[in-house]
């Protein structure tokens, strides 16, 4: 049975993550018309290569299926909308995903290496050397790509487009961004001074909009589960 508690922090978390991270959404995304021209060397890309593209504060990832083709995971508000495939293989504009994100769907999609890039600096394998860890065959790793394709639910913390990656790379889907991000939260909560910013922003709460329960509980609340926590 799942814990109705954990599920809220790890809502919570997510939402952090996403706002943290809106830029990523906003400079280079999907759907803008960006360095439309770029070339890309994609003939010294072989079949089940880990395609990087880095954002501004985080990197999306992809695996060469060959002839010029990446398999990655996106996010889509538009597939809970419609089974028209005309609409959804289209290019996901920035605002789909967006919505997607925040709607926690998506699909493993093949889209061009210039669709997928979108004019970014693209980096190969470079996942390789960073986690050090000992990669599967690239054939392998390409159907497992391949056996993945269609919806999936998403999630920036436990399933998105690096577990995606990992999985097939690795055989173990991990995402060293959303670790770090969570490690970030918890330095935060064992500071004691966001105790006292926390007891001091719900103080100025009950002065600006009153004595209530809205106002009150997590005036008490959030302080004491920070302090609890660090």
Known sequence: MKNPMLEAVSLVLEKLLFISNFKFFSSGAPGEDKAG??????????????????????????IYLGDNRVAHMMPDILLALTDDKGLTQKVVSNKRLILGVIGRVA???VDTVEDFAYGAEILVNHLDRSLKKKALLN???????????????????????????????????????????????????????SVLASAV???ASILCLGLASYTTLPAIFIPFFLWMAG
């Open 37 to 62: 021209n770029t070339l890309y060397e994609i003939n010294s890309f072989l079949r089940g290569d880990v395609l990087e593209v880095p954002r501004t504060h985080l990197t999306h990832y992809g």
């Open 107 to 109: 699909s493993i999609r």
């Open 139 to 193: 054939e392998e790793v390409a159907q497992r790509a391949e056996k993945l394709l269609g919806l999936t639910p998403y999630s920036l913390l436990w399933n998105n487009c690096e577990h995606f990656v990992t999985y097939c790379r690795f055989g173990t889907a991990i995402s060293p961004q959303a670790d770090k991000f969570c490690e970030n939260v918890k330095i935060i909560i064992r500071d004691q001074r």
């Open 201 to 203: 922003l719900g103080l």
